[in-house]
């Protein structure tokens, strides 16, 4: 039996007492299972597992996606994204150093998005490097009635690498043009249904999500900036501090993230893994 302790109002619960390296029963998985639906984030403490086990507990939830920047994916393990500030000898980042520094939810630019996503905790800073996780189930149900309305039925376009602009080159080294090619911009709902729970949870963000379609570029400017805007109000948002040997779960089909960069000088070193999800509606 293991602990879920809830860790704040908006979303997120660390379970206690669960041993990822350990195959899970069926009815472990289902409890764990249900903790994520209701949770949207869960903080699995004190995991000491290798990339093997991680891969096995994620393949639980789906097939895993490998990522348009193979560059960084682990050497024999191409399901493992690694999220990383250390540099090899020659300079260059291990893994991709500016993960997440907007907003957004992982894969949403994909025809087919992510389910959710296992970053697990090898190295981190002394302090600093939280990841920020917000409810986007919450920001939809407090929109204005008004808005709901205005927003039912529209789509908006996504395309990695949008949000370029807000990151230096030696952060995130520019897509090829082959890269490009095999992430084309893809079109979803403003709103989606989780496909497990059936509630609505917003799905546009400030990292992937180009223009509103359907109405006015102006007017489709000003309601993606309100809506970005309110999701990430704070009564929505939970600010993980890591722990070493921390994998938090989270659930893209209901939630956003971002990372804050880690102090200058200390390592936060992260291996990933993303679940495929289905397509949005
Ligand atoms: C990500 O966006 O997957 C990276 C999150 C993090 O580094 O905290």
Redesign the pocket.
Known sequence: MFEINALSDAVGAEIVGLDLAQPLDDDTFGRVHQAHLDHQVLVFRDQEITPEQHIAFSRRFGDLSGHVYEQFLLSGHPEILK?SNKKTPEGDFVGLNS??RRW?S?LSYAEIPSLG?L?YALEIPPSG?D?LFNNMYSAYETLPQMTKDRIAGLKAEFLIGSARKYYTENERPALTSEQLASVPSVEHPVVRTHPESGRKALYVNSAHTVRILGIDNAEAEDLLTELTEHSVKPEFVYRHKWQLHDLVFWDNRCCM?I?EPPPEGAN?H?H?TTVVGDRPY
């Open positions: 999220v993960a997440g957004h992982d996503s970053l490097g990841t993230h990372a936060r992260m990933r």
